[in-house]
Every structure is written in structure tokens, then in C-alpha cells.
């Protein structure tokens, strides 16, 4: 069964630093375009950044420059670097697998508060 789990969320002052991190299993991160999409608080949930299976990149406008998503293929991981944090990046951050079947985690909380 495949399995996404994210881990690194948590609270942090604007202005700072968090990486997220997603563990993958029964599927290849590789051979798969992996995201990280969040919901905010009475919101739908957005895409934040891709990462297709050739190593291409792409951004939500709102996080292009301040947000890096990475693969480590070894160790079967995608992370999500996620610098100068915003109040407006608060939100459940969600790994997903974009396969045929749409494979999910099941979210890490990101809180920016001062």
C-alpha cells in the first residue's frame, strides 16, 4: 500500500525557516511527479510547488523564491525548503503523488505567528 508521510511542520515567527519533509513508500519518488499542496483556513486547497519526474521545477506565484521543493531519490523523500515564512503561508501542507490514483499524506500543520 503506498504511503505518503509528511513531518517537519510547526510554529514559527515570520520571517523564518522550516523544511518540510515527505517519506514515501511503495512508489518511487523518481519515477513520479511529486507536489506539496496546502489548505489554509477557509480556503481550498492550492498547489504549491511540483517537481516532475525529469527534476523540472514549478511554483505557485505566492511562494516562487522563497519556497524550494527537492527529491533525495535514494532515500525515497521529497522535501519543501520554505524560507521568509509569511502570516499568509499558514496552513495543513499535504505531499501528494500525482499518479493515476492521487496519492496523499495525511498533512503537517505549518503555523507563522509572531
Known amino acids: 500500500q503506498v504511503q505518503l508521510v509528511e513531518s517537519g511542520g510547526g510554529s514559527v515567527q515570520p520571517g523564518g525557516s522550516l523544511r518540510l519533509s515527505c517519506a514515501a513508500s511503495k512508489i518511487a519518488v523518481s519515477s513520479n511527479t511529486m507536489a506539496w499542496y496546502r489548505r489554509a483556513p477557509g480556503k481550498q486547497r492550492e498547489l504549491v510547488a511540483r517537481?516532475?519526474?525529469?527534476?523540472?521545477?514549478n511554483y505557485a506565484d505566492s511562494v516562487r523564491g522563497r519556497f524550494t521543493i527537492s527529491r533525495d531519490n535514494a532515500k525515497n523523500m521529497v522535501y519543501l525548503q520554505m524560507n521568509s515564512l509569511k502570516p499568509d503561508d499558514t496552513a495543513v501542507y499535504y505531499c501528494?503523488?500525482?499518479?493515476?490514483?492521487?496519492?496523499w499524506g495525511q498533512g503537517t500543520q505549518v503555523t507563522v505567528s509572531s
Open positions: 517537481i516532475f519526474r525529469g527534476g523540472v521545477t
Open positions: 501528494n503523488a500525482a499518479t493515476t490514483a492521487g496519492y
